[in-house]
Nanobody
Framework: QVQLVESGGGLVQAGGSLRLSCAASGRAFSNYMMGWFRQAPGKQREFLAAMSRGGGRTRYANSIQGRFTISRDNAENTVYLHMTSLKPEDTAVYYC???????????????????WGQGTQVTVSS
């Protein structure tokens, strides 16, 4: 089992940047494929990015590709989401998630992930 805690959210002006962090504790972090999702009020949870266990492979949603970057530091048990050129429509609660499936796939389906953090609010003002 792994516990996930997100941080780094806040209020930012349109065009600004934020870096979200997700700290993991529990079983070996490098055993998990990691993903980032977000959920805006009244909307479904949306896949943003995923990274393989060793960090060599990534997958991004079309909506954020080129603006958001996922990275991880297995020595620090942390995964990051660096967000740039933020827009008001990026306002949401952002979640990290861990997938323990040994498959090499990088799923975008929230149901594929076993563990979730509590979320961190990101608000982008216009």
């Amino acid at each position: 089992q792994v516990q996930l805690v997100e941080s780094g959210g806040g209020l930012v002006q349109a065009g600004g940047s934020l870096r979200l962090s997700c700290a993991a504790s529990g079983r070996a972090f490098s055993n998990y494929m990691m993903g980032w999702f977000r959920q805006a009020p009244g909307k479904q949870r949306e896949f943003l990015a995923a990274m393989s266990r060793g960090g060599g492979r990534t997958r991004y949603a079309n909506s954020i590709q080129g603006r958001f970057t996922i990275s991880r530091d297995n020595a620090e048990n942390t995964v990051y989401l660096h967000m740039t050129s933020l827009k008001p429509e990026d306002t949401a609660v952002y979640y990290c998630a861990a997938d323990s499936n040994p498959s090499l796939l990088l799923p975008s389906n929230p149901g594929a992930y076993d563990y979730w953090g509590q979320g961190t609010q990101v608000t982008v003002s216009s």
